[in-house]
């Protein structure tokens, strides 16, 4: 089993910037991927960028430039800095680690204003 809390969102300017950062606890060793979805309203949950145990990341092409995922291993803990907020970016984020399992934080509101 594989805990996420997440924490970082709120709300931000357009063309500002935002870190929202994702605890894992528990099986971590487990862990092949983490990063991070996001769901705004009417649409699908979709991938914004995960990082392999291995450190290889991939992004989508809508924060391609903007956005980095990075993890701290020795705090089980990985980062999404993102930068240059649009407001097409306005969504609820989701950390999600995969083992052979997917798991999901709780969700954490991104709010962005013009």
């Known amino acids: 089993q594989v805990q996420l809390v997440e924490s970082g969102g709120g709300l931000v300017q357009a063309g500002g910037s935002l870190r929202l950062s994702c605890a894992a606890s528990?099986?971590?060793?487990?862990?092949?991927?983490i990063g991070w979805y996001r769901q705004a309203p009417g649409k699908q949950r979709e991938l914004v960028a995960v990082?392999?145990?291995?450190?290889?990341?991939n992004y989508a092409d809508s924060v391609k430039g903007r956005f980095t995922i990075s993890r701290d291993n020795a705090k089980n803990t990985v980062y999404l800095q993102m930068n240059s907020l649009k407001l097409e970016d306005k969504a609820v984020y989701y950390c999600?680690?995969?083992?052979?399992?997917?798991?999901w934080g709780q969700g954490n509101q991104v709010t962005v204003a013009s």
């Open positions: 999600n680690a995969w083992t052979l399992k997917r798991y």
């Open positions: 528990g099986s971590t060793f487990s862990i092949k991927t």
């Open positions: 990082i392999s145990s291995s450190g290889s990341t």
